[in-house]
């Protein structure tokens, strides 16, 4: 068995990124020229740890160091099991601890840190967000999605997390998920759980459902997945939504719009107003469903306010396209009513329910 590690110096001083390989132990990290590992910091001990090999367990042992040896930021005063995943400090040089056999399969891209104080580039949770992956650890969620005359018109399909050492949030996953550029496989897994538990639940009404904008940067992968997801549950109404910040490729939309339609998918832009306006792309690849952002509906307060007038105006213009309209994040009685005046079709937001479980 090996360990491999990944390390990168500062950029500015022309550092690559480096790994190390220890074949052999008991395996010395310090400043002296001879070690196993030799770190580049005038914090580090000479002789600051030491690897060994207890048959098939690696133990890390700390010497003496002055300023430490952390695993996982928790400092060591005893003889520690190392594992695949963890993350490692040698006063303030941080590395990553892989096994050689997974390194080249999951973290051969990885980048590395420099030396600040305990550095907190590397995840501390790269083996339970394996664990996550692997094992299917999520749950499907669904907000509401109703008509202004009351009625539900359908559902957004979201995901939580359900593994016990890692918190249930999108937010936090994705986080994760970024580091280890795992995205696309976090958003591909939240999306077939969505799928298989609206399908059990007896779903009818239209489903909105999200990807990634890296997802759209690998189109051939995405539309591949949306087939596949479509011959298991041919019955669900589905309706895909693409980010703001995917929408950029107008020969790209179109290919996709016209692919996701021979799949019987509607084509929605999601968070219309967050960022560029896209009306260019509105005209060239009009969706079926245009979301307005929460950042253009939040707040409204009269039919005089200028953020009134900016929704008005759009919302008549993409109807005149026929294009459904969507307004999200209305949390208040008062800004559904002023949503009604203006057209909007639908509406979504805490006011009408929070995200809640697909199955109960």
Excluded at 261 to 282: C, H, K, P, T, V
Aim: aromatic fraction near 6%.
């Amino acid at each position: 068995m090996s360990l491999l590690f990944l390390l990168e110096s500062y950029p500015e001083r022309g550092g690559k990124p480096r790994r190390i390989e220890l074949l052999e132990f008991p395996a010395v990290v310090g400043r002296l020229p001879g070690c196993a590992v030799v770190l580049n910091s005038s914090q580090a001990s000479r002789k600051h740890a030491q690897f060994e090999q207890h048959g098939d367990d690696i133990v890390l042992l700390d010497l003496g160091s002055t300023n430490g040896t952390f695993v996982n930021r928790e400092r060591i005063q005893h003889p520690t099991l190392i594992q695949n995943g963890d993350v490692l400090h040698f006063a303030s040089q941080e590395f990553l601890a892989l096994t050689a056999e997974e390194a080249e399969e999951d973290f051969g891209s990885q980048t590395m840190v420099g030396d600040t104080t305990l550095p907190n580039h590397f995840p501390t949770q790269i083996r339970e967000f394996t664990e996550m992956l692997q094992a299917g650890l999520v749950c499907g969620f669904q907000q509401v999605i109703i008509r202004t005359t009351g009625e539900t018109y359908g559902h957004e399909l979201l995901g939580r997390g359900t593994h016990p050492a890692i918190g249930s949030s999108p937010y936090e996953m994705f986080q994760l998920a970024q580091a280890l550029d795992l995205e696309i496989e976090l958003s591909e897994l939240l999306r077939q759980k969505g799928f298989a538990e609206a399908e059990a639940a007896g779903a009818s009404t239209p489903l909105f459902f999200n990807s990634h904008p890296k997802e759209c940067q690998q189109p051939e992968r995405l539309l591949r997945e949306m087939e596949r997801l479509r011959k298991l549950h041919p019955t669900l109404d589905l309706i895909f939504e693409v980010h703001e910040t995917a929408v950029t490729d107008l020969t790209l939309m179109a290919e996709m719009k016209s692919a996701l339609s021979a799949m019987n998918i509607r084509l929605a832009y999601d968070d219309f107003g967050s960022g560029q306006a896209r009306l260019l792309e509105l005209a060239e690849v009009p969706p079926d469903i245009l979301k307005f952002d929460i950042s253009l509906v939040a707040g409204l307060t009269s039919a005089d306010s200028p953020k009134y007038q900016l929704l008005n105006s759009l919302n008549t213009m993409v109807k005149q396209m026929g294009i459904q309209t969507l307004a999200e994040g209305v949390e208040t009685e008062d800004v559904a009513t002023l949503c009604k005046e203006i057209g909007v079709d639908l509406l979504q937001g805490f006011h009408f329910g929070r995200p809640e479980p697909i199955t109960h």
